[in-house]
């Protein structure tokens, strides 16, 4: 059973840096599959953010590609987020989840967070 | 960017009968790279759907998917209690890769 878990600060200062992790169990990231984050304001629908390649591979949403910056490290088997200069917009449950090619297969519960001062 | 557009905005129906949510793309969807999700409230959404017409792993065949040009189809064939939530579709043809605005499916 693949699993994966989303950690991070429930609550970022505007104009900060969001940073999120995405621990994944059950299957190895370097196996293959595309890694990927996904967003959910609070009462609407899904947004894309990026996705990511073991291999380096990698897309981004060119709505938020300026200022985030998607990684793998396959030593501790985790997705990373970074997410430059936040603003209340960016308010969101943050999903990350495995696939790309036959849709996200396997999503992490979410981790909420609030940008507010 | 493919637009996504889901209706009807809100089905209400009943258990046991057939519910059937649309997706229309702004353009074609090569290969069928057309997803369906379920998403209740507070948790993550669930894959049901990939390809157009395949079924996830340990999806019931109840749930099924089509595709006509540029419009995308799922049919709920007898709605069960557990049914009753939000469906997503989502291009994964082209980045950036979108979801539709999400049809609700409520109790009548």
């Known amino acids: 059973q693949v699993l994966l878990q989303e950690s991070g600060p429930g609550l970022v200062k505007p104009s900060e840096t969001l940073s999120l992790t995405c621990a994944v169990s059950?299957?190895?990231?370097?196996?293959?599959?595309?890694w990927g984050w996904i967003r959910q304001p609070p009462g609407k629908g899904l947004e894309w953010i990026a996705s990511?390649?073991?291999?380096?591979?990698?897309y981004y949403n060119p709505s938020l590609k300026s200022r985030t910056t998607i990684s793998v490290d396959t030593s501790k088997n985790e997705l990373s987020l970074k997410m430059r200069s936040v603003s209340a917009a960016d308010t969101a449950v943050y999903y990350c989840?495995?696939?790309?090619?036959?849709?996200?297969?396997?999503w992490g519960q979410g981790t909420m967070v609030t940008v507010s001062s | 960017e493919i637009v996504l557009t889901q209706s009807p905005g809100t089905l209400s129906l009943s258990p046991g009968e057939r519910a059937t949510l649309s997706c229309r793309a702004s353009?074609?969807?090569?290969?069928?790279?057309l997803a369906w999700y379920q998403q209740k409230p507070g948790q993550a959404p669930r894959l049901l759907i990939y390809?157009?017409?395949s079924r996830a792993t340990g999806i019931p065949d109840r749930f099924s998917g089509s595709e006509s040009g540029t419009d995308f189809t799922l049919t709920i064939s007898s709605l069960e209690p557990e049914d009753f939530a939000v469906y997503y579709c989502?291009?994964?043809?082209?980045?950036?890769?979108?979801f539709g605005p999400g049809t609700k499916v409520d109790i009548k």
């Open positions: 989840a495995r696939g790309l090619t036959a849709g996200f297969d396997f």
């Open positions: 390809g157009a017409s």
């Open positions: 990511m390649h073991h291999s380096g591979s990698n």
């Open positions: 989502h291009q994964y043809i082209e980045s950036p890769f979108t």
């Open positions: 059950g299957y190895s990231i370097s196996s293959g599959y595309y």
């Open positions: 353009q074609s969807i090569t290969n069928n790279y």
